[in-house]
């Protein structure tokens, strides 16, 4: 079975810096796109960050400059380093991956628990 653990969220001032972490654990084959999400109160959830397997990124135009993904493939880990905090960036953050169990499975799509991050003003 295929987990994803995330770690790193907490409640910062504004300005402040957190770094998120997921990794993934269990039978994988190969790990394609990794991202994150994140999910505000009454709000709809948003992908903001995507890094490929050869290490190209997006990212939504709200957290350009402040947001960087990176991935480690050996840790089967994906990050997200997140300075310059606002109010604003208060939500939920999921991580997602593009995984395959063996090489000749489809990719699937898996989540992590989601953590939260509390932005003070």
């Known amino acids: 079975q295929v987990q994803l653990v995330e770690s790193g969220g907490g409640l910062v001032q504004a300005g402040g810096s957190l770094r998120l972490s997921c990794a993934a654990s269990g039978t994988i084959a190969s790990i394609n796109v990794m991202g994150w999400y994140r999910q505000a109160p009454g709000q709809r959830r948003e992908l903001i960050a995507t890094i490929t397997s050869a290490s190209s990124t997006t990212y939504v135009d709200s957290v350009k400059g402040r947001f960087t993904i990176s991935r480690d493939n050996a840790k089967k880990t994906v990050y997200l380093q997140m300075n310059s905090l606002k109010p604003e960036d208060t939500a939920v953050y999921y991580c997602?991956?593009?995984?395959?169990?063996?090489?000749?499975?489809?990719?699937?799509?898996?989540w992590g628990q989601g953590t939260q991050v509390t932005v003070s003003s």
């Open positions: 997602t991956m593009g995984i395959r169990v063996t090489y000749t499975s489809a990719t699937n799509n898996f």
